[in-house]
């Protein structure tokens, strides 16, 4: 199985950017879709964006759509999640996942990736 560690986490002031690491090992990353979700204090966790194991589709939650760009690098076995112009409402403990593909379809359910990382806190200050 894959264990995934994410890092990258700050605080940062509204408009700002930060790049989320997401770093494998055990298996190669690029057999799996990849998912970062977010949960930020009492809410529930919520879907961010996903990247297809093969063909480089994506998939983006309305809210940070033209925002946040999931990339993958293969020869650092590790997942991006590149976020700009930052506001309040993106503060959350960030984690990435990974998914057994099945099929053809890009999956937003949290309940269908099959491992995690542990997460890493972003703060945005106004």
């Known amino acids: 199985q894959v264990q995934l560690v994410e890092s990258g986490g700050s605080t940062v002031q509204v408009g700002g950017s930060l790049r989320l690491s997401c770093a494998a090992s055990?298996?190669?990353?690029?057999?799996?879709?990849m998912g970062w979700f977010r949960q930020a204090l009492g809410k529930e966790r919520e879907f961010v964006a996903a990247?297809?194991?093969?063909?480089?589709?994506?998939l983006y939650a309305d809210s940070v759509k033209g925002r946040f760009t999931i990339s993958r690098d293969d020869a650092k076995n590790t997942v991006f999640l590149q976020m700009n112009n930052l506001n309040p409402g993106d503060t959350a403990v960030y984690s990435c996942?990974?998914?057994?593909?099945?099929?053809?379809?890009?999956?937003?359910?949290?309940?269908?990736?099959?491992?995690w990382g542990q997460g890493t806190q972003v703060t945005v200050s106004s």
């Open positions: 055990g298996r190669n990353i690029w057999d799996y879709d």
């Open positions: 990247l297809k194991w093969i063909g480089g589709r994506t």
């Open positions: 996942a990974a998914k057994i593909p099945l099929d053809e379809s890009i999956n937003s359910n949290p309940d269908e990736y099959d491992y």
